[in-house]
């Protein structure tokens, strides 16, 4: 069974400071998903990754998939109280086989 | 905006009583998803359609139906509801290309079993 792991689970910030969430597997994913969820709202994709040690930029939003397509870390700087939300990452290889991590959840302070 | 509407949006049933939940899309795409996300659990997979009549389980789908008699309509069918299906359910349209598998979901449906 493909497992998706995401680490920290909770993460509680002041606004400015930086922070990276990390996604792990002992799988392969031809692609990887982030998506972003506030609360009372669906998941909304951040970004794809497809390529080993593909690296993608959204503005303050760094996404890394590592060289061997098994994990990915997304990047905050300067982290502002709207990134506030619920991070989780989803790895793909053909629609219905994509599984989710649990995700993280943040909260940037003023 | 991938035009994804759910209904209702929240809902409250007793238990063993049938609940129906719509998921309706407005750009004609094949693959429909219906997820259940609880804390801890992130997002699993009831069932999905890869086109009209044509739908498969996925990873949760005891206790649960869905039928897709129309492209822009995917519903889901608790026939027996039960409190462990007290959850936040969530329709999503799939975009595939290559080796991108990106989805796009609606706003979800609260259902409380009590």
């Known amino acids: 069974t493909q497992l998706l792991e995401q680490s920290p689970q909770f993460l509680s910030i002041q606004e400015g400071e930086n922070l990276t969430v990390y996604c792990n597997s002992s799988?392969?994913?031809?692609?990887l998903q982030w998506y972003r969820q506030e609360p009372g709202e669906g998941p909304v994709l951040l970004v794809t990754?497809?390529?080993?040690?593909e690296v993608k930029k959204l503005k303050r939003l760094t996404f890394q998939f590592g060289d061997a397509r098994k994990d990915s870390s997304l990047h905050i700087t300067a982290a502002q109280p709207g990134d506030t939300g619920l991070y989780l990452c989803?790895?793909?290889?053909?629609?219905?086989?994509?599984?989710f991590g649990a995700g993280t959840r943040l909260f940037v302070k003023a | 905006d991938a035009g994804i509407t759910q209904s209702p949006r929240h809902k409250v049933t007793e238990t063993g009583t049938p609940v129906t939940l719509r998921c309706h899309q407005t750009?004609?795409?094949?693959?429909m998803y219906w997820y259940r996300q609880d804390p801890g659990h992130g997002l699993r997979l009831i069932h999905y359609?890869?086109?009209?009549?044509?739908?498969d389980k996925g990873e949760v789908s005891d206790g649960y139906s869905v039928s897709r008699s129309k492209t822009e309509d995917f519903l889901l069918t608790l026939e027996s509801a039960t409190s462990s299906q007290t959850s936040v359910y969530f329709c999503?349209?799939?975009?595939?290309?290559?080796?991108?598998?990106?989805?796009?979901f609606g706003p979800g449906t609260r259902l409380t079993v009590t």
């Open positions: 989803a790895g793909g290889g053909g629609g219905f086989k994509t599984i």
């Open positions: 799988s392969v994913f031809s692609s």
């Open positions: 990754v497809v390529t080993g040690g």
């Open positions: 750009e004609n795409h094949r693959y």
């Open positions: 359609s890869y086109g009209v009549k044509d739908t």
């Open positions: 999503a349209i799939g975009r595939t290309s290559g080796n991108r598998d990106e989805q796009y």
